[in-house]
């Protein structure tokens, strides 16, 4: 694991135990919805893709998370390049359907200092799940955590490989 400098994002998120699966598609929306959570029109596409059609067995994910800067990455770097990074230093990607119980077990996150919901990029104090692409490029690229205004967010949102990102911007990694 990589040094965590006070003040990153990875100190308030840890490593953390989640519980993933179990949950039909149904069942997974009503307890989001009965925790509060919003939901953008990206989230939701994404939450009605066939990977929340199986109901996947539940079972416990080691997560964590980066940013740019504690990956050795320079700013405006790409989701292969920060994917690849986080590979080759011991972490791997989330599975796609993880996110929308990481935002259940995370509803303590901290507020962003800004409450604009969307602004063409990665807002500030979100987590970006780490995940493998479910679609093509019109498609949601995966999802993020952000509460803004004391609402718990499951956003999904989209990119293509050449969007750079900020050194602070946090991505939540599978610790091996």
């Known amino acids: 694991m990589m040094d965590q400098g006070p003040g990153d994002d990875s100190m308030e998120f840890g490593i953390r135990q989640v519980a993933v699966g ?6 997974l929306m009503q307890h989001l919805a009965q925790s509060g959570v919003q939901l953008n029109g990206f989230a939701k596409q994404l939450l009605e893709h066939q990977i929340f059609d199986e109901l996947v067995p539940a079972h416990n994910l080691t997560l964590t998370s980066r940013n740019l800067q504690q990956l050795g990455l320079d700013a405006g770097a790409t989701l292969p390049q920060i994917f690849e ?10 599975p796609a359907y993880a996110g929308p119980y990481l935002r259940l077990d995370f509803l303590d996150q901290a507020a962003s200092d800004d409450s604009v919901l969307s602004a063409g990029k990665k807002p500030d104090g979100s987590l970006t799940i780490a995940s493998a692409s479910v679609g093509d490029e019109d498609f ?3 999802f993020y955590l952000r509460v ?13 490989d050449t969007n750079g ?3 602070a911007d946090t991505f939540v990694f599978r610790c091996r």
């Open 165 to 167: 990102f900020a050194l």
């Open 85 to 94: 990074r986080a590979v080759s230093v011991g972490l791997k990607l989330c």
């Open 22 to 27: 179990g949950l039909e598609r149904a069942e």
């Open 140 to 142: 949601p690229r995966g």
């Open 148 to 160: 803004v205004d004391e609402v718990a967010w499951l956003r999904g949102y989209r990119c293509d």
